[in-house]
């Protein structure tokens, strides 16, 4: 199994150590080539316009949202999310919308305004420490996407299937434990495709 950290833009380094932690193999994906080498991969913190738009340069937009809709696993941070969410505000662009949220850009103050929080995650048996940078906050959502996390009644950690996002950077801590649950992810996918389909 190995886990892709794109390393088009943002602090991908950071994801990879996590998963390198965990005792899995990354590989920095940059093409739509190297997307097809990993079993999930990981969308990191940066700046979601610089990211978007090499994405659409090198043809890995397009090649990853084909693949998310046949259940490749994802997961995005901070910008890594805005590059999966649905709707975007301030300033709206076009993303991957593979993930039923509104979010508005920058809403939780500038680089200097950046703050860490305690927070309960569904399935944790303590709380995470949430590290924010000038993250974006989720609006709404729709009816398919669980909320694991809140803060302040806005949710802050979110899946929709394959699609996991979460606004704070657990990369930037030394807890693990959000990775693990992506990891656990990666791992059903891989099962459920070695599963011979019921009428083939
Ligand atoms: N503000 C950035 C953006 O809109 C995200 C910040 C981050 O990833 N830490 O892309």
């Given at each position: 199994m190995v886990i892709g950290v794109s390393g088009v833009q943002g602090d991908f380094r950071e994801h990879k150590w996590m998963i390198e932690k965990l005792g899995i193999e990354t590989m920095v994906v940059k093409s739509s080539e190297d997307l097809d080498k990993v079993d999930g991969l990981i969308i990191p913190g940066g700046e979601s316009t610089t990211m978007i738009r090499i994405m659409?340069?090198?043809?890995?937009?397009?090649?990853?949202?084909?693949?998310?809709?046949?259940?490749?696993?994802?997961?995005?941070?901070?910008?890594?999310?805005?590059?999966?969410?649905?709707?975007?505000?301030?300033?709206?662009?076009?993303?991957?919308?593979?993930?039923?949220?509104?979010?508005?850009?920058?809403?939780?103050?500038?680089?200097?305004?950046?703050?860490?929080?305690?927070?309960?995650?569904?399935?944790f048996d303590r709380p995470f420490k949430a590290v924010f940078i000038r993250a974006p906050r989720i609006d709404s959502y729709g009816p398919d996407v669980e909320v694991l996390a809140f803060l302040d009644n806005s949710p802050v950690m979110c899946r929709q299937g394959n699609v996991l996002v979460t606004s704070f950077h657990p990369e930037l801590t030394d807890d693990a434990r959000v990775h693990e649950y992506f990891v656990n992810m990666v791992k059903e996918y891989r099962v459920q495709q070695e599963m011979p389909k019921a009428n083939a």
């Open positions: 659409k340069m090198t043809g890995l937009f397009e090649r990853l949202r084909e693949k998310i809709k046949t259940g490749f696993p994802v997961y995005g941070t901070c910008a890594g999310l805005i590059v999966l969410a649905k709707e975007i505000e301030n300033y709206p662009q076009e993303s991957l919308g593979v993930i039923d949220i509104k979010v508005m850009r920058n809403a939780y103050g500038r680089q200097v305004d950046s703050f860490d929080e305690m927070i309960e995650i569904k399935g």
